[in-house]
């Protein structure tokens, strides 16, 4: 285990969080530090199992928590839909609909949000990046997940930086724009959107395979229950585990393109999550 607190530059508020729990694939647990904010928040690396994700606390800002704290009047709520709506969908249409639903609403709400609600978001998403970044270092380059992991986290970097910017500037809608999407990276490292990536890209398999005769007909459908399963997962929220059988339906899904139907192949889950 790996843990690492990142510094703060902001003052005490002198509260204090619990920590999460851990999630069931390997996790890196974002949560808020015990007592004096000036020690940042806690980023621990748990090595326990073959798939990477990052776990955060509800306290980095999102687009429908500002709406509903500053403009619940204004008629924002097709935003707040999309927003939602977006995480369900696989990234390369989620990311675009955010973004979307992000520079759609500000510019109808900057008005009502105070610059304190500005400070602390970039507080959140400061520590946040700043923690996990200091946690991971080198720790997950031989990790499953781990292209997907230091991509977000370097796109939310970028984010921040152009935030740091605006707010050195005055621009305080360009910095809350760049604040929301550098959170909504962070976000997309965490299990359920791992998970939809790992559904689509386990479905894209199982099309692909569709009507080969050598294929190892039970081999597929292993991959098939798990993938039911993971999509029951999402439904019932429990990403963590959803995560983890698209993860072992896709491993199925391509570890069968060796094999063919000559090979002896067990017709069980007892070994599967």
């Not at 955010?98 to 500000?106: K, M, Q, S, T, W």
């Not at 909504?184 to 692909?208: C, I, N």
Request: net charge negative; glycine share 8%; aromatic share 6%.
């Amino acid at each position: 285990m790996k843990t690492a607190r990142a510094p703060s530059r902001f003052p005490s508020s002198g509260r204090s969080f619990g920590f999460c729990a851990p999630l069931l694939v390997l996790s890196l647990l974002w949560v808020s530090g015990c007592g004096d904010l000036d020690t940042g928040p806690s980023v621990e690396l748990l090595d326990d199992d073959p798939m990477v994700s990052l776990h955060f606390s509800d306290r980095l800002p999102t687009l429908p928590a500002l709406i509903e704290r500053w403009a619940p009047g204004r008629g924002l709520a097709p935003f707040v839909d999309a927003w939602q709506g977006s995480w369900e969908l696989p990234a390369a249409r989620g990311e675009p609909a955010r973004r979307d639903a992000v520079e759609g609403a500000l510019p109808l709400m900057m008005d009502v949000v105070p610059r304190t609600a500005l400070d602390e978001a970039f507080r959140q998403v400061d520590n946040a990046i700043r923690g996990a970044e200091e946690a991971l270092g080198a720790s997950l380059s031989s990790r499953t997940g781990s292209l997907e992991l230091t991509s977000s986290l370097g796109l939310a970097a970028r984010h921040r930086d152009a935030a740091r910017s605006a707010r050195e500037s005055g621009n305080d809608l360009t910095q809350l724009r760049h604040l929301l999407l550098a959170s909504d990276a962070l976000r997309s490292t965490t299990a359920g959107p791992l998970a939809v990536a790992f559904v689509e890209q386990a479905e894209v398999e199982l099309r692909r395979i569709q009507g080969s005769e050598t294929y190892p007909p039970v081999t597929r459908q292993r991959a098939e229950r798990l993938l039911e399963g993971a999509r029951e997962a999402l439904d019932v929220g429990q990403p963590a585990l959803a995560l983890q059988r698209a993860w072992y339906a896709l491993g199925l899904l391509r570890a069968g393109e060796s094999m063919d139907t000559r090979t002896p192949d067990r017709d069980d889950d007892t070994d599967l999550p």
